[in-house]
């Protein structure tokens, strides 16, 4: 069985920094993307960064240059560090992986979030 936990949010100021892991674990046969989407108050969850298979990886332009996504490969685990946060940044932040787990087809896995809160 899947499972993708994550850690690592809290409160900050706004200007603050804060680093989010999520740990994958189960049978897992290979990846085709992992990341991170979020999800604030009355909102759609938005894809916030994403490292596809191969190394490429994407972000939301409202986080371009201040957000930076980075995998452990060893760990199966995947980060994200915020730098320059803003209030509007406040969100429940998921972790996602597409992957294959043992000989099954791809398909989506989630965390169960970890909330972000920043203060202006």
């Known amino acids: 069985q899947v499972q993708l936990v994550e850690s690592g949010g809290g409160l900050v100021q706004a200007g603050g920094s804060l680093r989010l892991s999520c740990e994958i674990s189960?049978?897992?046969?290979?990846?085709?993307?992992m990341g991170w989407y979020r999800q604030a108050p009355e909102k759609q969850r938005e894809l916030v960064a994403v490292?596809?298979?191969?190394?490429?990886?994407k972000y939301a332009d409202s986080v371009k240059g201040r957000f930076t996504i980075a995998r452990a490969n060893a760990k199966n685990t995947v980060y994200l560090q915020m730098n320059s946060l803003k209030p509007e940044d406040t969100a429940v932040y998921y972790c996602?992986?597409?992957?294959?787990?043992?000989?099954?087809?791809?398909?989506?896995?989630w965390g169960r979030g970890t909330q972000v809160t920043v203060s202006s």
């Open positions: 189960g049978s897992i046969s290979s990846y085709n993307a």
């Open positions: 490292i596809i298979s191969g190394g490429s990886t």
């Open positions: 996602y992986a597409d992957l294959h787990s043992g000989w099954n087809p791809s398909r989506e896995y």
